[in-house]
């Protein structure tokens, strides 16, 4: 990036904020530029996007099954990361993106049952997998782990 200017062209303020200080904190967001003259100095051959989440995720490390809605292939691992809205499964295994799985993360404080669907995947790391199908009652053991989890400290 050459120039002040130049990053200021590519990324907008999407909104402003201010913290517990007073200080006004920027959101920014990627301008996707449909302009083939219009060259974007971070381009790689794709839009450079700013990845966003709906919800906090918190480091969690809890046995998980994951059975594969289709095939019914089960994949036993740990839990990496979890918020109200999906998980990280730490796997070397794979499941394509968009696949449907049933998952049970279990420990000492209860469990926890879901549908989900794989969101991504990464290399030698495991997959995402975000929650579109959970009960009450498993909604319930989930904010109590989530609350446990941000009030150690532990994002």
Known sequence: ???????????????????????????????????????????????TQIERRRATRHRFVSPVEVINVESQKQLISLTRDLSLCGCFVTAKARSLKRTRVSLKISNSQGNFSAVGNVTHNLSDEGMGIEFVQVEGKDQAVLEKWLVEASGNGVK
Do not use: F, I, W
């Open 1 to 47: 990036m050459s120039s002040k200017s130049e990053m200021g062209d590519l990324l907008k303020p999407a909104q402003r904020a201010l913290n517990s200080s007073g200080e006004v904190n920027m959101v920014y967001y990627s301008e996707h530029r449909t302009n083939p003259a219009q060259k974007n100095p971070l381009s790689t051959g794709s839009p």
